[in-house]
Nanobody, 124 residues
Framework: QVQLVESGGGLVQAGGSLRLSCAAS????????MGWYRQAPGKQRELVAT???????NYADSVKGRFTISRDNAKNTAYLQMVSLKPEDTAVYYC??????????????????WGQGSQVTVSS
């Protein structure tokens, strides 16, 4: 069974830094894109950053120059390094992955998975 497990959220003052991690486990053949999304109270979930299997990152304009997404393909893990955090970055951050895995029937399949969510709170 495939799972995405996140770690690294927390409370930080404005201007501080945090790093989120997302580890994918299970019978995984390959991971295409991995990414981070966030959802603030009363708002829709929005894209923060994505990274393709070849390592090309893509960022929301609001985080460019402050957040860095990376991945370790050998560990099936993605990271989000966040610096110069602002109160408006406060949200639940969700890891996302599009991957190919082996089903219980022995048949490969492709699907999108989400992590459990990590609270990031930035105080002013």
């Amino acid at each position: 069974q495939v799972q995405l497990v996140e770690s690294g959220g927390g409370l930080v003052q404005a201007g501080g830094s945090l790093r989120l991690s997302c580890a994918a486990s299970g019978t995984i053949f390959s991971i295409n894109a991995m990414g981070w999304y966030r959802q603030a109270p009363g708002k829709q979930r929005e894209l923060v950053a994505t990274i393709a299997s070849g390592g090309n990152p893509n960022y929301a304009d609001s985080v460019k120059g402050r957040f860095t997404i990376s991945r370790d393909n050998a560990k099936n893990t993605a990271y989000l390094q966040m610096v110069s955090l602002k109160p408006e970055d406060t949200a639940v951050y969700y890891c996302n992955a599009i991957l190919r895995a082996l089903g219980v029937s022995g048949v490969p399949y492709e699907a999108q998975y989400w992590g459990q969510g990590s609270q990031v709170t930035v105080s002013s």
